[in-house]
């Protein structure tokens, strides 16, 4: 009976050597999984700590603009010859500085403004064709038949003017005064009358002079 409470007291204890053993192993294999597991693994400050910063480029175009090593070509067509002619210009002074808008401003003013003799040589269109600050190309169609008069009798301040084509430059002061011509006359007067030449001109002074 002795022996066999021996044999279990003996059993028990190889029993709880075994378990303690196993526990203490096991301890140790997590620990050392662990240690391994944080030196591979970095901590995400790390990471992006180690990025390099990168900047990002703006790619800015300069606008075109007109200087005065800009080169200039003016085209010029006639439609009642059908002639075309080319050549290289100065650039005004007025141009330097402007880009494409504010030159095709200044082309459409000048359009609206137009000398004398550009009126009376025909000119109907003033186009831009191409702009860079290298060099730019503008083009003029004249069309002679479309001024058909020379000059333009209307009525200021009571005295009959004369003015040339355009309408802005005057020919003639007449020193006649509107008051003492008919009511039909008058009415031509003050919508205007396009004048073909001198000769028929003063054909229409000499008649309200009588």
């Known amino acids: 009976m002795k022996r066999t409470f021996l044999y279990i007291g003996v059993m028990f204890i190889a029993a709880i050597t075994l378990s303690t053993a196993y526990y203490v192993s096991y301890k140790k294999t997590l620990e050392h999984y662990q240690q391994d597991n944080t030196k591979e693994t970095l901590p995400l400050e790390a990471v992006t700590n180690d990025q390099p910063d990168t900047a990002v480029e703006v790619d800015t175009v300069k606008e075109a603009l007109i200087t005065n090593k800009t080169d200039y070509k003016l085209i010029t067509y006639d439609l009642q010859n059908n002639s075309y002619k080319e050549e290289t210009k100065s650039i005004p002074s007025d141009w330097i500085g402007l880009n ?12 609206n403004e137009l000398p004398l ?89 000499e008649n309200y002079s009588s």
Do not use: H
Not at 189 to 199: A, M, T
């Open 100 to 111: 494409r808008e504010q030159l095709i401003e200044n082309l459409t003013n000048y359009m």
């Open 117 to 205: 003799n550009e009126v009376r040589a025909g000119l109907i269109s003033y186009d831009l064709q191409s702009f860079s600050s290298d060099s730019i190309t503008l083009m003029k169609n004249y069309d002679s038949a479309s001024m058909p008069y020379e000059y333009y009798l209307t009525v200021v301040n009571y005295e009959v003017v004369v003015y040339y084509c355009d309408k802005k430059t005057v020919f003639e002061y007449t020193g006649i005064d509107a008051r003492n011509l008919s009511s039909t006359e008058q009415s031509k007067l003050l919508e205007g009358i396009y004048v073909l030449d001198k000769e028929e001109l003063y054909g229409i002074l």
